[in-house]
Nanobody, 124 residues
Framework: QVQLVESGGGLVQAGDSLRLSCAASGPTFSTYFMGWFRQAPGKEREFIGTITSGGRTYYADSVKGRTTLSRDNAKNTVYLQMNNMKPEDTAVYYC??????????????????WGQGTQVTVSS
């Protein structure tokens, strides 16, 4: 029902900002929670944040204050903005979607659809 494609990853310098996009296809995109996760080699997949159908956002404590999620339902696209990138932010970044839920999904198991991921490497 939903296909997700991330874009915007690559090599960034420490201190720079990152902006990722996730383009979605599906008939009911506007009703979905859209989450962002990241996974470094040998690490667990880490929750970054999620945005509701109405635009309300929730962030992990580890990135709160330098991360902003947004969505444009008319374009079927969600965005991740992260400032002051650090080498420890190096990871594969994923977007994910969940429909038909009333509580805020914060773990990977609570999401139904995933993008392929985009590599983000932060150099110091």
């Amino acid at each position: 029902q939903v296909q997700l494609v991330e874009s915007g990853g690559g090599l960034v310098q420490a201190g720079d900002s990152l902006r990722l996009s996730c383009a979605a296809s599906g008939p009911t995109f506007s009703t979905y929670f859209m989450g962002w996760f990241r996974q470094a080699p040998g690490k667990e997949r880490e929750f970054i944040g999620t945005i509701t159908s109405g635009g309300r956002t929730y962030y992990a404590d580890s990135v709160k204050g330098r991360t902003t999620l947004s969505r444009d339902n008319a374009k079927n696209t969600v965005y991740l903005q992260m400032n002051n990138m650090k080498p420890e932010d190096t990871a594969v970044y994923y977007c994910a979607a969940r429909n038909l839920v009333r509580s805020t999904p914060r773990v990977p198991e609570e999401y139904d659809y995933w993008g392929q991921g985009t590599q983000v490497t932060v150099s110091s």
